[in-house]
């Protein structure tokens, strides 16, 4: 199994950047597909992005397309979300993934998670 910790969260007006990161351990992380979901107070938990084992190739929802960028670093054992412009609607806890299905938007699909990690975008 593989350990999943997220960090980088915190409270920041729209408009502003923020990096969040997710430390893996366990599982051989190169070899995982990496995907980052979104929970916002009575809401369902949502996809943000994914990224291949290798990180050349990435999948983003709408809502984030442009604004997010999610990378890797395979010989740190760690996930990267770059998130610019935030919006008010980008409040929730974020969520670190990894599964072995690419692509895929589905909780199911991915077998472990992390804590999460609280993000507010102030108005």
């Known amino acids: 199994q593989v350990q999943l910790v997220e960090s980088g969260g915190g409270l920041v007006q729209a408009g502003d950047s923020l990096r969040l990161s997710c430390a893996a351990s366990g599982r051989t992380f190169s070899r995982l597909t990496m995907a980052w979901f979104r929970q916002a107070p009575g809401k369902e938990r949502e996809f943000v992005t994914a990224?291949?084992?290798?990180?050349?190739?990435?999948t983003y929802a709408d809502s984030v397309k442009g604004r997010f960028t999610i990378s890797r670093d395979n010989a740190k054992n760690t996930l990267y979300l770059q998130m610019n412009t935030l919006k008010p609607e980008d409040t929730a806890v974020y969520y670190c993934?990894?599964?072995?299905?690419?692509?895929?938007?589905?909780?199911?699909?991915?077998?472990?998670w992390g804590q999460g990690t609280q993000v507010t975008v102030s108005s």
């Open positions: 993934a990894a599964g072995s299905t690419y692509g895929s938007r589905l909780i199911r699909d991915y077998d472990a």
């Open positions: 990224a291949s084992w290798s990180g050349w190739s990435t």
